[in-house]
């Protein structure tokens, strides 16, 4: 569960019998993403360009990014590639899309977390190669979205809700 703590013992088994059970690990918090499991306010943004969408966002706290994770509308298809960027442009992992189903939240994995610095501007993006991607309209005017130690950033703090068409994935 998502903000509860944890701690864990283990203990070996092999063809002799168990080990002693180790000591308690330090407590461990899985936190939350930005923006949960709800649903967009829109699912189908009715767009058809090949657009990359992101959100622009800091972190209160060091910490690591393992993948992106976007909400399909069913016509949102074609192959999708998620990507982390800094906020001058610089990718610092990029990851294709592969066990999505036809609508509903996707998930993908870096080949490694991305380790993050506090205080410092990131990008989360994808590409919705056929347009159709989800949004929820003003979610980013007042003061943000905040989840934890992630916060993506309010509109008039910077431009947030970014995005840039093109054929393939590009900074946006």
């Known amino acids: 569960t998502n903000g509860a703590s944890y701690t864990f013992e283990v203990t070996a088994i092999n063809a002799i019998g168990p080990s002693p059970r180790s000591a308690a690990s330090s407590s461990v918090t899985p936190q939350d993403t930005i923006f949960d499991f709800a649903t967009p306010g829109t699912v189908d943004s009715g767009e058809s360009s090949s657009t990359e969408v992101g959100v622009k966002f800091i972190s209160s706290t060091y910490g690591s990014v393992s993948g992106i994770r976007f909400y399909k509308a069913a016509a949102n298809t074609g192959t999708h590639v998620g990507s982390l960027w800094t906020a001058s442009g610089l990718l610092l992992a990029e990851a294709t ?68 068409y093109g054929l393939t994935s590009t900074f946006p």
Do not use: D, K, R
């Open 97 to 164: 899309f592969t066990t999505e189903t036809v609508s509903g939240w996707q998930e993908v994995n870096f080949a490694a977390p991305v380790e993050l610095i506090p205080g410092a501007v990131y990008v989360a993006a994808y590409l919705a190669p056929n347009g159709h991607y989800s949004v929820t309209p003003g979610a980013f005017n007042s003061s943000g979205i905040s989840n934890g130690p992630l916060l993506a950033l309010a509109t008039g703090t910077t431009p947030n809700g970014v995005f840039s």
